[in-house]
């Protein structure tokens, strides 16, 4: 079993940043690809960005790129997403999610993600 926890979410202005946390344990040497997927209210849950965990391997959905970065801290389990110039359209639950399917073109497929954190919530008003 993995366990995911997520932090960093919150309100912010247009234009501001935040920095969201995923912190993994438990059966973590299972780690292929960790994730994060938004979902708004009314909408369906959508990926945002993927890495590979062996080697950093990113991918971010295109009304992201240029604007959040992810990485992960393979020493502590931890996978972040900065995000800057945020828009009121990013507002939404994000979740981390992990997979441990080793094919990279599953990756930004919500169901090869077998575990996922409980959501945080990122609001950014206008």
């Known amino acids: 079993q993995v366990q995911l926890v997520e932090s960093g979410g919150g309100l912010v202005q247009a234009g501001g940043s935040l920095r969201l946390s995923c912190a993994a344990s438990g059966r973590t040497g299972s780690i292929y690809v960790m994730g994060w997927f938004r979902q708004a209210p009314g909408k369906d849950r959508e990926v945002v960005s993927v890495i590979r965990w062996i080697d950093g391997l990113t991918y971010y959905t295109d009304s992201v790129k240029g604007r959040f970065t992810s990485s992960r801290d393979n020493a502590k389990n931890t996978l972040y997403l900065q995000m800057n110039n945020l828009k009121p359209e990013d507002t939404a639950v994000y979740y981390c999610?992990?997979?441990?399917?080793?094919?990279?073109?599953?990756?930004?497929?919500?169901?090869?993600?077998?575990?996922w954190g409980q959501g945080t919530q990122v609001t950014v008003s206008s």
């Open positions: 999610a992990m997979s441990e399917d080793t094919r990279w073109g599953t990756a930004t497929n919500s169901f090869a993600y077998r575990y």
